[in-house]
């Protein structure tokens, strides 16, 4: 140290010192008490992009069928082949949503889960 300075004592008069507690956060996993978290690992069915896929798609078949055959021209899209894309839309969004969540555990109602 050069002449006329002292040395630091503690860590108060050197900012500069290496602390020794851990920092936040940075604790033994082991020392922690568990903790529950509720999670749900998929989303609600009205907050996917696929839900209002499905009602968009569903929506502009019903109006083509209805639209289609007006102003006595033929009736090419007749009502009986319209609900039956209907209904094979609505079952694959039913389908995708299994698969979706066919891995997926409900935490949020699980009571076992601790």
């Known amino acids: 140290m050069p002449a006329g300075k002292k040395e630091p004592t503690n860590e108060q008069?050197?900012?500069m010192a290496a602390r020794s507690e851990p920092l936040a956060g940075s604790q033994n996993p082991?020392?922690?008490a568990s903790r529950h978290i509720a999670l749900t690992e998929t989303k609600h069915a009205s907050k996917t992009t696929e839900f209002y896929a499905m009602i968009a798609i569903i929506a502009g078949i019903l109006i083509a069928a209805w639209w289609i055959g007006r102003n006595g021209s033929p009736d090419l899209?007749?009502?009986d082949r319209a609900w039956l894309y209907v209904t094979i839309v609505?079952?694959?969004y039913m389908v995708s949503r299994g698969l979706a969540k066919s891995g997926s555990q409900d935490r949020?109602?699980?009571t076992n889960a601790r």
């Open 13 to 15: 008069e050197d900012p």
């Open 30 to 32: 082991a020392n922690r």
């Open 77 to 79: 899209f007749r009502a």
């Open 90 to 92: 609505a079952s694959a």
């Open 108 to 110: 949020a109602d699980d």
